[in-house]
């Protein structure tokens, strides 16, 4: 089986780097791009249209995309695009779209509206809005005590450190975008929904409310960070494995 890695919002194909080789260690192949505007292509424009781009792109037949947290956005549009290639979507601590919505009317705003509190300071003092060289408008966090907080409370610091070192401004322009997605509203493919149980970027209660989204859905859980990948990349690795395994096909 092989395994099409999606990550999430300020991050990029590095942070796969702990469960790629667990996933292999279990007989699979795994493949970890990055989305235009994050990791090695912040340079390049990012929109919902260069994302489909990219991950059509690699998708070849059978393949089992995970996208973990913004990277839900980008397996959905990538199902839209090729969903005779795709054999299974994982969502792992992952957004799913709204019919003609924007990332921030799919998700309530959870962005502005808890990660003050969770982070226990003003959103201002954590985050700041920085113009990037042939991207435009961006999104960066200023304090890795922020990033820790919301994504890595359960990773070792060694872990914490690394990943801050590579977090990357996060474009605005794809979140302004609203999303068109007819034939991954209609297709038959499987779904499955991993919700990371001690996660402090978001509540249980918007999983629920994203796996209804997503219809007919299986669900596992691992008691983890937002960051399962880096804080437990066996478990995970065996949690993924398992959703190959279809108990809804």
């Known amino acids: 089986m092989r395994f099409v890695l999606v990550h999430g919002g300020y991050h990029g194909a590095w ?3 702990r469960l790629e080789p667990e996933l292999v260690a279990l007989g699979h192949s795994v493949i970890a791009p990055d989305l235009p505007g ?5 340079a390049e424009a990012a929109t919902l249209t260069s994302w ?11 393949d089992v995309l995970v996208g973990h947290s913004m990277g839900g956005f980008a397996i959905s549009l990538a199902a839209d695009e090729v969903p005779d290639k795709v054999a299974r979507l994982v969502y792992l601590s992952a957004a799913v779209p709204v019919e003609g919505g924007t990332m921030g009317e799919a998700t309530a705003e959870t962005v502005a509206r808890e990660w003050p509190a969770t982070v226990g300071m003003p959103f201002q ?20 005590a922020a990033a820790n907080a919301l994504f890595y409370h359960d990773c070792s610091a060694m872990d914490q450190n690394w990943a801050w070192e590579r977090l990357t401004p996060l474009p605005v322009a794809p979140s302004l975008e609203p999303f068109h997605l007819p034939r991954f509203w209609s297709t038959p493919i499987p779904r499955d929904f991993v919700i990371t149980t001690d996660d402090r970027s978001h509540t249980v209660a918007m999983d629920n409310l994203f796996m209804k989204r997503l219809g007919r859905t299986t669900a596992y859980s691992i008691v983890s960070s937002h960051s399962p990948f880096l804080s437990r ?3 995970t690795a065996r949690v993924l494995e398992t959703c190959t395994k279809g108990s809804l096909d």
């Open 38 to 42: 994050c990791g090695e292509r912040l």
């Open 15 to 17: 942070c796969w780097e």
């Open 52 to 62: 489909r781009g990219a991950l059509r792109d690699v998708i070849t037949e059978g």
């Open 233 to 235: 990349p066996v478990d």
């Open 125 to 144: 003092d954590f985050m700041e809005v920085v113009e990037v060289p042939n991207q435009g408008l961006c999104a960066r966090l200023t304090k890795q």
